[in-house]
């Protein structure tokens, strides 16, 4: 029903950036929330960032300041702009779709790898 794909993850040094992107297709709702999420190898799928359809943002403590998370309506998609990256930065990161009743939505990206090292 809903597909997200996601691109621009990659190999950086530490003090770094990069941007990803997440792009929505199919039968999409009239209002969604966006978010990115990471998960670490042994570690758990925890929240990096989320965006409202109201461009109301939210983000986790250790990238505030850092992450900027932004979205393009009209193209369905999702960015991630990630800058002074640090290696505890380094996990597979994964875009969701959430509808209103959902948090989080239901919906993933396949992931896309950041590795942030020296």
């Known amino acids: 029903q809903v597909q997200l794909v996601e691109s621009g993850g990659g190999l950086v040094r530490p003090g770094g950036s990069l941007r990803l992107s997440c792009t929505v297709s199919?039968?999409?709702?009239?209002?969604?929330?966006m978010g990115w999420y990471r998960q670490a190898p042994g570690q758990q799928r925890e929240l990096v960032a989320t965006?409202?359809?109201?461009?109301?943002?939210n983000y986790k403590d250790s990238v505030k300041g850092r992450f900027t998370i932004s979205r393009d309506n009209a193209k369905n998609t999702a960015y991630l702009q990630m800058n002074d990256l640090k290696p505890e930065d380094t996990a597979v990161y994964y875009c969701?779709?959430?509808?209103?009743?959902?948090?989080?939505?239901?919906?993933w990206g396949q992931g896309t790898q950041v590795t942030v090292s020296s």
């Open positions: 199919g039968n999409i709702y009239s209002a969604y929330t």
């Open positions: 969701n779709y959430g509808r209103p009743w959902e948090r989080p939505g239901v919906y």
């Open positions: 965006i409202t359809d109201s461009r109301i943002t």
